[in-house]
């Protein structure tokens, strides 16, 4: 078995390669090749959980290209925040397809990051209007930051205001992107100036409750919420929801946990028809998100579990073509 360290990961994964793996798993799964379960939910203690994610993708008949199978332990604790450790945790077994053999054990804190930022990429890809500049970003987090540098492999970003809890962090963030992206990227304390002037929205944070007002989004406006994944907790309000054609990195997932789109339709604003496709069918051609420049668009993502996969083959294929990593028995 090869083991992939943090580290590792960060040498052989890059935001445009594992949005091209991506759209490739979401062409799989629209032909009917991919088997992904709802992931698994175990309650610990008073705020504790595990979630288990298996997934499966099969070659096409005389294909050689090689199948997939694989599953990801996350652990989330909310309350490590305040013991200084990280709050979600995950480790990834990859499996040879054909035997079942564990090929490769993947840390996936980091893979986790990048695959959300680079689906929320590959799906502003076919949401947002293509000449889109400027983004807000709500949130300061690790996961905040991979958003932002996946949306700027894809679009020319000029410009992006952050905003956060802590102006302090907010600042540091916003000075450290700026620097990494070579964007001009200021904080701010008004989230209805902000949306009212993004091209792009995204959302990554772990508010309970939303962060802005729908009706100060602009026309032609995408927006990506990928922080909420209960069903209790949303980061976009009703309006929001109302206003936009919704897309989903999965329906079934989705439509068991997302707050965002549970909470509108408990509410009776949308029916169930409001969402217009998951992100497969954008991928493969068979349903449109945006039809006009007018569109409002919205993203919501819960994590599905074919992107870990599709993120592990991809690093685990690298890896061994570079000889990165380390090779144990067990």
Same mark, same amino acid.
């Given at each position: 078995m090869l083991v992939l360290t943090r580290a590792d990961l960060e040498r052989v994964l890059a935001p445009r390669d594992v949005i091209d793996a991506l759209a490739e798993a979401f062409r799989r799964q629209a032909a009917g090749r991919t088997s992904v379960?709802?992931?698994?939910?175990?309650?610990?203690?008073?705020?504790?959980?595990?979630?288990?994610?298996?997934?499966?993708?099969?070659?096409?008949?005389?294909?050689?290209?090689?199948?997939?199978?694989?599953?990801?332990?996350?652990?989330?604790?909310?309350?490590?925040?305040?013991r200084g450790r990280p709050t979600h945790l995950a480790s990834y077994v990859l499996m040879d397809h054909a035997t079942?053999?564990?090929?490769a054990l993947l840390e996936a804190s980091f893979m986790t990051a990048l695959r959300t930022g680079a689906t929320s990429a590959l799906a502003a890809k076919h949401l947002a209007r293509p000449d889109s500049r400027s983004l807000a970003c709500f949130g300061t987090?690790?996961?905040?930051?991979?958003?932002?540098?996946?949306?700027?492999?894809?679009?020319?970003?000029?410009?992006?205001?952050? +905003?956060?809890?802590?102006?302090?962090?907010?600042? /540091?963030?916003?000075? %450290?992107?700026? *620097?990494?992206? !070579? &964007?001009? @990227?200021?904080?701010?304390?008004?989230?209805?100036?902000?949306?009212g002037a993004a091209d792009i929205v995204t959302c990554a944070t772990t508010s309970p409750t939303p962060l802005f007002a729908g009706a100060d989004l602009r026309p032609g406006t995408h927006v990506d919420a990928v922080g909420a994944f209960r069903p209790a907790e949303r980061e976009v309000d009703t309006e929001t929801v109302r206003r936009a054609r919704v897309v989903v990195d999965a329906y079934a997932a989705s439509l068991a946990e997302a707050g965002d789109l549970l909470i509108p339709l408990a509410e009776g604003a949308i029916a169930r028809e409001h969402v217009v496709a998951e992100l497969a069918e954008l991928v493969a051609g068979a349903r449109r998100g945006r039809t006009s420049v007018s569109d409002v668009t919205l993203?919501?993502?819960?994590?599905?579990? +074919?992107?870990?996969?599709?993120?592990?083959?991809? /690093?685990?294929?690298? %890896?061994?073509? *570079?000889?990165? !990593? &380390?090779? @144990?028995a067990l």
């Open positions: 379960p709802q992931r698994g939910v175990l309650p610990v203690g008073d705020d504790g959980m595990l979630l288990v994610m298996p997934a499966m993708s099969r070659p096409a008949p005389g294909a050689r290209e090689a199948g997939g199978l694989g599953a990801k332990l996350v652990t989330y604790y909310p309350r490590n925040r305040e079942g053999e564990p090929l987090s690790v996961q905040a930051g991979w958003q932002l540098r996946c949306l700027a492999a894809v679009f020319p970003l000029e410009h992006a205001v952050v +905003l956060g809890r802590d102006q302090e962090r907010a600042r /540091a963030f916003a000075a %450290a992107m700026a *620097r990494e992206l !070579g &964007v001009a @990227v200021e904080t701010g304390r008004d989230p209805g100036a902000a949306v993203f919501k993502s819960v994590g599905f579990a +074919l992107e870990d996969l599709a993120t592990a083959t991809l /690093a685990y294929n690298r %890896a061994k073509e *570079r000889a990165i !990593g &380390v090779e @144990v």
